[in-house]
């Protein structure tokens, strides 16, 4: 859970090896961070679940991180890509419906 001010704002997860991930080597994690508050965006919240997620990682002695982000977040995508991480090829077969069209999910790596 991330919190801000004491109130839960949204929720990070860590899992190493996850079965989603699109590469199989070892010593890989998926993150996923979900900021759902509004007030929470904008503010350093994300970077401060970020390095925390990372600074886990490797401690854990993962070598590499992947995560998935909407087609249509670019907003998320920005703040991946101002942390170090790189579009994988896109993943066509997760993709799922919003705002009357479907969106890809994309993924997204980087080596610690």
């Given at each position: 859970?991330?919190?801000?001010?004491?109130?839960?704002?949204?929720?990070?997860?860590?899992?190493?090896?996850?079965?989603?991930a699109?590469?199989k080597?070892?010593?890989?994690?998926?993150?996923?961070?979900?900021?759902?508050?509004?007030r929470?965006?904008?503010?350093g919240?994300?970077?401060?679940?970020?390095?925390?997620?990372?600074?886990?990682?490797?401690?854990?002695?993962?070598?590499?991180?992947?995560?998935?982000?909407?087609?249509?977040?670019?907003?998320?995508?920005?703040?991946?890509?101002?942390n170090?991480?790189?579009?994988?090829?896109?993943?066509k077969k997760?993709v799922?419906?919003?705002?009357?069209?479907?969106?890809?999910?994309?993924?997204?790596?980087?080596?610690?």
């Open positions: 859970m991330i919190l801000l001010d004491g109130t839960p704002v949204g929720e990070m997860s860590l899992y190493v090896n996850a079965a989603h699109v590469s080597l070892a010593n890989t994690a998926w993150i996923s961070i979900v900021i759902g508050e509004a929470a965006r904008g503010v919240v994300g970077r401060a679940a970020m390095e925390n997620l990372e600074t886990r990682a490797r401690q854990m002695g993962v070598e590499r991180i992947e995560l998935g982000v909407f087609e249509h977040n670019l907003r998320a995508r920005s703040f991946y890509e101002k170090g991480y790189v579009l994988l090829p896109e993943v997760h799922f419906w919003w705002d009357g069209r479907l969106w890809d999910d994309l993924r997204m790596a980087k080596k610690l």
